[in-house]
């Protein structure tokens, strides 16, 4: 009796291995690890969002090749070092095929060493620094278009509607670093110089000094490159100093929650975009968005969420054109020999060396409703 009991156990076991086998072969898992937790979560949680939407809806069509795309999320808290050890969980345990939709120029670089051992694909990271453009990094396949971009449109923009008398302030880490470079160009090709460049710590940013700074230099406008709460201190004090600049960031900040955050500071200030405007449906993959937002009951999408969302439609098509039999060596290869493909109304380029994807820019004011304007 006992022989028959252990008998059925083990076909009990071997059973439900081959239904988890079965399950997992029926999946592709996607890992992602970013901040939903800490001072950047509003924009993580809309970008996440705007991915969902698009992955939701291929998932419903059948998924690809038969198998459902399933996103494993894990919160590293802002914080590089825990960056590192989730990519590597989300390999080596999760089994991802692909990682997705990192936040944070150092969080993402302290990804790269598990991308490097297991020579697995980073998809759509939400930094656009300039580090993992140059040198093209072979398992970092960017969409975005670089800060060092928007920081120097930015700055030409400023100068064009007149403005001489423009501050930089930057967080003092990698981001803040590439971003303030790209601004340098664009005071460069506008043949001025910057009012000022200065430095705020990550962790505990301070503006109690630079802003009395500011106002006494009359100070027109200035680019503060660093996070949703840095933006708040900083044109809280800048406000307190009595200083009327033109306040300016970039589209690290270009979510619903960046808004709700500034509160009644939000109004008037200029953010940068790197995507088409979320309410032109005369762009197609914002029609698309939109359209599959309403489906779910949403009233649109924002900023964030479509940069989430363009990610997700490269990810896709790179596990389409890799084939059933997916590995990430092969989706690695599938993303190289992309080419040029039109995304939507927007040109996206990948090639062995060319991993850079999209370079639009664009510039958004915030309105008195609190929405982006264009």
Known sequence: ????????????????????????????VIGQ???????VAAGVEETTAGARLYLDAINAAGGVHGKTVQLVSLDDKFDPKLAGENARKLIVEHR????????????????????????????????????LHKPVHPYVFNVRATYQREAERAVKHLSLIGMDRIAVWHVDDAFGADAAAGAA??????????????????????????????????????????????????????????SRAQVVTLSNNASGGFIKQMGPLA???IVTQVFPYERSLAAPIVKEA??????????????????????????VLGLRRAGPNLTPAKLVEALNGLGKVELGGMDLH???????????????????????RR
């Open 185 to 242: 160009k664009g005071f460069d090709d506008v043949k001025k110089q910057p009012l000022a460049v200065e430095k705020f710590d990550r962790n505990k940013p301070d503006f109690s000094t630079i802003a009395p700074r500011l106002a006494a230099a009359e100070g027109q406008a200035v680019l503060i490159i660093g996070t949703a709460a840095a933006l708040v201190e900083g044109t809280k004090a800048i406000r307190a100093a009595g």
């Open 267 to 269: 109004a008037g200030v």
């Open 1 to 28: 009796m006992s022989s028959t009991l252990s008998l059925a156990r083990r076909l009990a076991v071997a059973l439900g291995t081959l239904v988890f086998a079965a399950a997992a072969q029926a999946q592709i």
């Open 96 to 131: 991802a095929v692909a990682l997705f939709l990192s936040r944070g120029t150092p969080h993402t670089q302290a990804m790269l060493p598990a991308l490097n051992e297991f020579k697995v694909p980073l998809v759509g990271p939400s930094t656009g620094a300039m580090a």
């Open 350 to 372: 990948y090639a062995r060396d060319d991993h850079t994807g999209l370079v639009f820019t664009d510039l958004s004011i915030i309105g008195q409703d609190g929405k982006f």
């Open 33 to 39: 690890t970013a901040a939903f937790t800490g001072p």
């Open 290 to 315: 939109v359209d599959h937002a309403q489906a779910k009951g949403l009233q649109g999408v924002s900023p964030a969420m479509m940069e989430g969302y363009a990610a997700a439609k490269v990810l």
